[in-house]
């Protein structure tokens, strides 16, 4: 049921950016549960742009949380890594490893 709503809302094919109020397709906005649309209310470049300045002023607040959240989670992050790590080997071992460009 839930995941039935979840669909129907995000058909909508464009909507407005509540910050800067260019019309984007819904692609170009992040998923929020709590919108009537599903949608988050700013686009992708807006939210993304709120959260460099954000993490710009709050420095210190940010890298206590990311340390925080590093020391509560170190054996997840740990398989996670491995498990990359494996992939990219086996990946490379055939040829089939392209990094990321950056």
Do not use: S
């Not at 058909?11 to 549960?33: Q, S």
């Not at 807006?46 to 420095?59: D, G, K, N, V």
């Amino acid at each position: 049921m839930a995941r039935a709503l979840a669909r129907r809302r995000v058909r909508r094919r464009r909507k407005r950016c509540g910050a800067c109020g260019r019309t984007r397709l819904a692609t170009g906005f992040y998923r929020c549960a709590a919108a009537a649309d599903g949608l988050d209310d700013w686009c992708k470049e807006c939210r993304r742009a709120y959260l460099r300045r954000w993490i710009a002023r709050h420095r210190a607040a940010h890298r206590a949380w990311t340390r925080a959240y590093r020391e509560r989670n170190r054996d997840e992050l740990r398989a996670y890594q491995r498990e990359y790590q494996r992939r990219r080997r086996a990946l490379m071992r055939v040829g089939r490893w392209r990094p990321k460009a950056a």
